[in-house]
């Protein structure tokens, strides 16, 4: 596979590991589905559920608490209005205001459509729930929420919620405990028990896994009603076809990132804290986004005054390196990462903002080449935004 000269998009998709690949190569030679009763589909079935077990060894969990969905939108969409509609008549959804649009988007249709009140959580300047923040918002009417979401990692600043105490909080109050932990897995020690989550999506692509395969694992007790109605594969609560070579994939991803984490996140944080360093130098005055401390291992995110996110992206994108920029393009016209405006930053910062995400493929080259082509590209969208 040809590489760009730097792929600093890890957060987006992370390349797939080796073992994946193999894992899936290997079912691909074979047919069968894991619902049927003859050989084939019992052999397919197998492969489903050993893969269960090795998730479920990996993060703490217990094999029948690994409900496998597409992906990680599927898994927040399942917890979110699944469990909302498991706890009615209660009402109130207490979500974080940095939230994945895979978690934000499905509470808010609950608003509109299903009489929910969801309450956005407020985070600080690093983009982090304080427990005192979720405390107050729950005893405010504590019998009336009817479950909690804040994600394990924020995907675009990086920053590490305090995702043990807040469920905790949560628990204190008998109720239910989401995470998107997503981004986590892989880089950060990752346990569902140890956690006190309730519910905890992952997902292939972000751990060297494949696309369109993910889990949700929900601790035994908890049954969400089903997002989509079918066969009942999964606990009756998500029904579909099981997709057994992206299962394996999946099983064998999660399995050797998490074994691989904590060297990983050595060598990412090293390498993170030099890319850091020299952006610094390289552009004066540009503004380092999320936790300075409590932050992904392979996250850094920075807001470069005068500059429109965009634009920088594309120039850099045309010099051969891959970022992403946290603002939505909605009719052309570039709008403000909600992530920064919920932790303070004016429009036009959240605006000009860039993320560079390391991971399991990154090299200090990878570094040199974005520190090679940035302060030209900066200068060509400073005066790009002046004309």
Not at 51 to 69: N, Q, Y
Not at 192 to 204: M, N, R, V
Not at 256 to 283: K, M, N
Request: hydrophobic share 40%; with cysteine.
């Amino acid at each position: 596979m040809t590489r760009p000269s730097a792929y600093l998009d890890h957060a987006a998709t992370t390349p797939m590991l080796p073992e994946a690949i193999e894992a899936m190569t290997e079912q691909f030679k074979r047919v069968g589905n894991p619902s049927s009763l003859h050989a084939a589909g019992r052999q397919a079935r197998r492969v489903v559920e050993e893969s269960r077990e090795t998730i479920a060894d990996a993060l703490g969990a217990r094999p029948s608490e690994v409900v496998f969905t597409s992906g990680g939108t599927e898994a927040d969409n399942l917890a979110i209005k699944g469990l909302y509609w498991a706890r009615r008549p209660r009402r109130r959804v207490l979500i974080s205001s940095v939230e994945h649009h895979a978690a934000l988007d499905p509470a808010q249709w609950l608003a509109v459509s299903q009489d929910a009140e969801v309450e956005l959580l407020e985070v600080d300047e690093h983009g982090r729930v304080h427990p005192d923040t979720l405390r107050s918002a729950i005893e405010r009417d504590p019998e009336s929420v009817a479950m909690i979401s804040v994600m394990w990692a924020n995907n675009e600043v990086g920053t590490v919620q305090p995702v043990h105490v807040l469920s905790a909080i949560a628990h204190d109050h008998g109720i239910p405990f989401h995470t998107d932990a997503v981004q986590a897995i892989g880089q950060l020690p990752v346990s569902f028990a140890e956690s006190g989550a309730d519910a905890l999506t992952l997902t292939g692509h972000k751990v060297g896994g494949p696309i369109g395969a993910g889990a949700l694992l929900l601790a035994r007790g908890l049954t969400p009603v089903s997002v989509q109605h079918g066969g009942g594969q999964e606990r009756d609560v998500r029904s579909g076809t099981l997709d057994a070579p992206a299962i394996a994939g999946l099983a064998a991803a999660v399995s050797t990132a998490v074994r691989h984490q904590e060297a990983l996140s050595r060598r990412l944080t090293e390498l993170r804290d030099e890319l850091i360093e020299r952006v610094r130098q390289a552009v004066p005055g540009v503004i380092l986004n999320g936790d300075p401390v409590n932050r992904l291992p392979g996250n850094a995110h920075f807001s470069f005054p005068g500059c429109e996110g965009d634009a920088l992206l594309m120039l850099l994108d045309a010099k051969g390196v891959e970022c992403s920029t946290g603002s939505a393009c909605s009719a052309g016209v570039a709008q403000p990462s909600h992530v920064l405006l919920a932790m303070g930053a004016d429009a036009a910062a959240a605006r000009g903002s860039l993320r560079f995400t390391l991971g399991h493929t990154s090299t200090r080259e990878d570094v040199d080449r974005l520190i090679e082509v940035l302060p030209t590209a900066v200068e060509r969208a400073r005066r790009a935004g002046l004309s």
